[in-house]
């Protein structure tokens, strides 16, 4: 049996579980939805990873950054190779004391 999945005192193997569950759950639902033999349906279909999204959100939240700070929709970025990028989540969180740093 695998140990449980601790950080800061919080267990969040149910989480976690449920993540992996909804990602496979959600990935042999859009092969069997796209008709296609290939891995190609489910990897154009997105959605596979919401439930990992979501146990870095929590995690995220319970260390102590703000939720405001999370984006995990619509979330483009400026890419290297390619005019923008989706990301799937985003953390932008500077601490109260960030402006020391420039002087």
């Known amino acids: 049996m695998a140990e449980d999945i601790i950080v800061n005192g919080k267990n ?7 993540a992996v569950s909804a990602f496979w759950f959600t990935k042999e ?24 999204v979501e146990l870095l959100r929590q995690v995220a939240v319970d260390t102590g950054i703000p939720a405001g700070s999370i984006v995990t ?21 500077l601490p109260a004391n960030w402006l020391p740093l420039w002087n």
């Open 73 to 93: 929709d619509k979330n483009y970025l400026p890419g290297y190779f390619a005019r923008q990028k989706t990301g799937t989540c985003l953390l932008s969180h």
């Open 29 to 52: 639902r859009q092969l069997a939805d796209s008709g296609d033999s290939s891995n190609r349906g489910a990897v154009t279909g997105g959605k596979q990873m919401d439930g990992f």
């Open 12 to 18: 969040y193997t149910p989480v976690l579980k449920q």
